[in-house]
């Protein structure tokens, strides 16, 4: 089974509206936590928003907030008042268990903003 | 503050070569790591080192992958001999410690193997 799962390929936005990005993950370890990391063309990994999963609140960063469901088992993260810049790859991540440092990443999204 | 730097951005080499991959952690950062990140895929975690040793290397195909972090600062990872399979991007990321839940890394900008 996969670790984690990114169902939407590619999707386009228009400049100013906000995005969900869609993010299920499966573990049995009651300790893990979740990350997202946008990927522009230039290919390096930049770490947006962390969630961990004791944490009672919903992580934000800036425009950047981490839908945290954790019955449901998703992490969706959405993006207000979207521009230009943020077009790249997202990649959702889980780090499962207390000392482990080993990254599990899923497929990726691709977001495009249209002007 | 510099970030991670890798080096080649790009190499291009025929199946059977080996070659070979540079990277120099941000300054201070104990763990290393290493990924591989195939055309539509997510990276991959081939080897994390603590230091100088290896806390990870379970997903490194050992037959022909070989890493190495001396003195506890820089890295190379070397493929010997290299298949079309591993035409691949190779990023390299580091961390400030590797203990605590919330361990951010960073990344550098990679480099994209092709075999031909």
């Known amino acids: 089974a996969q670790k984690i799962t990114q169902t939407q390929p590619g999707m386009f936005v228009q400049e100013k509206e906000a995005v969900t990005l869609d993010c299920t993950y499966d573990?049995?370890?009651?300790?893990?936590?979740l990350f997202w990391y946008k990927q522009p063309s230039s290919g390096e990994m930049i770490f947006l928003i962390y969630q961990g999963s004791y944490d009672q609140q919903n992580a934000t960063e800036g425009r950047y907030s981490l839908n945290f469901q954790k019955a449901r088992k998703s992490a969706n993260l959405v993006i207000s008042a979207s521009q230009l810049g943020d077009s790249a790859m997202y990649f959702c991540a889980m780090r499962e268990g207390p000392g482990n440092e080993k990254l599990t990443f899923g497929t990726g999204t691709r977001l495009t903003i249209i002007p | 503050e510099a970030g991670v730097a890798q080096s080649p951005r790009y190499k291009i080499i025929e199946k059977r070569q080996s070659v070979a991959f540079w990277c120099n952690p941000i300054s201070g950062h104990a763990t290393l790591y290493w990924y591989q990140q195939i055309l539509g895929q997510g990276p991959k975690l081939l080897i994390q080192?603590?230091?100088?040793?290896?806390?990870?290397d379970s997903q490194l195909p050992k037959d022909r992958f070989s890493a190495e972090r001396l003195k506890g600062v820089d890295s190379t990872l070397k493929i010997q001999p290299a298949k079309l399979e591993d035409s691949a991007v190779y990023l390299c990321?580091?961390?400030?410690?590797?203990?605590?839940?919330?361990?951010?890394?960073?990344f550098g900008p990679g480099t994209r193997l092709t075999v031909l």
């Open positions: 990321a580091s961390s400030l410690v590797a203990s605590g839940f919330y361990n951010e890394q960073f």
């Open positions: 080192f603590q230091n100088n040793g290896v806390v990870d």
């Open positions: 573990t049995s370890d009651p300790s893990y936590g």
